[in-house]
């Protein structure tokens, strides 16, 4: 399954990578929506590739 990530937010004054704290993501199959901390977008990535 693939999702698409469809926005972040950053923190306050943060303007790269390393400062995203959310993410909005969409999966293009299903049309489903969700909006996630980046901690549980890297855990769901993880365990995709166990």
């Known amino acids: 399954m693939a999702i698409q990530i469809t ?3 950053l ?3 943060g303007t790269t990578h390393q400062h995203i704290v959310r993410v909005r993501r969409r ?3 299903t049309g489903s929506t ?3 901390a ?3 977008i890297v855990r769901w990535i993880e ?3 166990r």
């Open 34 to 36: 969700g909006d996630n």
């Open 27 to 29: 999966n293009p199959v």
């Open 7 to 9: 926005a972040v937010r």
């Open 38 to 40: 980046r901690a549980e």
């Open 47 to 49: 365990d995709r590739e």
């Open 11 to 13: 923190s306050p004054g």
